[in-house]
């Protein structure tokens, strides 16, 4: 008994001790990261192909802005500290030149991000430049913490400090995660480490001098891997708000809010151009009937597949969408009166040709079709009223048939 409650309080007294407590938040703090990653990774792997090139297109946005905005800070910063370097207190003087050449590689590199934004603004130089920029700041400090480490009574205490903040900043800059700090560390890293086996610097020295950075390090890995998987899951949160936003619920595509800001960008593309493109608006007959007799789920069965049948029938470069009810809008990119009518007759034969099946059964059901092409007018809606006009004519004439503007 009295061995139990020793073996107890002992097991207790460990357990408080501030070595063991640390190494607990370490591994909680890598098994809470490493199941967040799987997540991430399994939530990426289901990312839509359309949304990749948005999320790479997010990322080089984020690499311009910081870039820009720690290059600018770097050409104020760089020569401060240059200038700092000047007190006789520091005792940096005898080193006051070779720490402006080590300075010289990231103010250059710096002058380089804001010239390509002036330049090449939309350029795919941004995370290039970043990780450049950043390398440059790693090599600038090294350079320096070499430099005195080669004297005898070299500053290494005031110089250790600014690596120390130089690798926590760069873990920041670090747009991709981990993968950027790769090169980033390892190069000042491994240059470093053959200065020390060079200059036979005592161990004791060597552990005192590099034991902050190299902890900043590893805490500036995990620290970039967390940013950057924060920013994507944020990216996918935001894609399907937006894709919500703008999908049709029943059908999938694009709803009326959609679909009029693609065909305001269409139009507008069209009248500075001078080019043209055409709408065909599609409505089904007698659809009122197929709801008052079968009830509105096996009407909305119909639309959903209406809706794959229209798809099926159009090129990936046109847009369909729901204009409202049982009427969808078909906008034909660069298209004139001779592509429109044979598109409007093939979904009108997509819809005729093959009865649709429902929970009901076999229904056969007909569509109406009017096209409009754009002729110069001010607004998209007068194109999309011409169209609306075709289609009432369609309906007109004995429906199953298309008209045009």
Not at 18 to 35: G, H, K, Q
Not at 248 to 269: I, M, P, Q, S, Y
Not at 317 to 323: A, I, P, V
Not at 378 to 385: C, D, F, G, L, T
Request: proline share 4%.
């Amino acid at each position: 008994m009295l061995l139990d409650e020793s073996g107890e309080r002992a097991r207790g007294l460990y357990q408080k001790t501030p070595v063991s407590e640390t190494w607990r938040s370490v591994r909680l703090m890598f098994s809470y990261l490493a199941i967040r990653g799987r997540r991430v990774r399994y939530r990426y792997g289901l990312l839509p192909a359309e949304w990749r090139e948005a999320f790479h297109e997010y990322q080089r946005l984020l690499a311009r802005r910081f870039a820009v905005v720690s290059a600018l800070m770097g050409l104020i910063i760089f020569p401060f500290f240059q200038v700092v370097e000047l007190w006789p207190q520091l005792g940096l003087l005898d080193h006051w030149w070779n720490h402006l050449g080590w300075r010289i590689l990231p103010m250059v590199a710096a002058i380089g991000i804001l010239f390509l934004r002036w330049r090449v603004p939309d350029g795919l130089w941004p995370r290039a430049m970043l990780i450049l920029y950043a390398l440059s700041g790693m090599v600038m400090m090294t350079g320096m913490v070499a430099d005195n480490m080669l004297e005898p009574n070299g500053t290494h205490a005031f110089l250790s400090k600014g690596l120390v903040v130089v690798v926590a900043l760069v873990a920041v800059l670090a747009t991709a995660g981990a993968r950027d700090l790769i090169l980033v560390y390892g190069v000042p890293l491994a240059a470093m480490s053959f200065v020390v086996v060079r200059a036979s610097v005592a161990p004791v020295e060597v552990f005192l001098l590099f034991i902050h950075p190299l902890i900043m390090m590893v805490i500036g890995l995990v620290m970039s891997e967390v940013l950057y998987r924060v920013r994507l899951e944020a990216f996918m949160a935001r894609q399907q708000l937006e894709q919500s936003a703008s999908t049709d619920v029943l059908t999938g595509l694009a709803n009326r809010r959609a679909f009029d800001a693609r065909l305001e960008a269409e139009h507008a593309r069209c009248r500075r151009q001078g080019t043209s493109y055409a709408l065909i608006m599609a409505d089904l007959d007698h659809f009122k009937h197929v709801n008052d007799t079968h009830g509105h789920d096996v009407g909305d069965e119909v639309l959903t597949e209406l809706a794959q049948r229209l798809k099926g029938a159009l090129r990936t470069e046109d847009e369909l969408g729901r204009w409202g009810g049982e009427e969808f809008m078909v906008l034909l990119r660069d298209g004139g009166q001779h592509e429109a009518e044979p598109v409007a007759e093939k979904l009108r034969l997509a819809v005729a040709d093959t009865p649709f099946h429902t929970s009901a059964g076999p229904l056969s059901i007909t569509t109406s079709l009017g096209i409009a092409v754009f002729n110069g007018e001010e607004m998209p809606s007068m194109v999309a009223r011409r169209a609306d006009l075709a289609l009432y004519a369609a309906k007109e004439n004995g429906r199953n048939r298309c008209e045009s503007a």
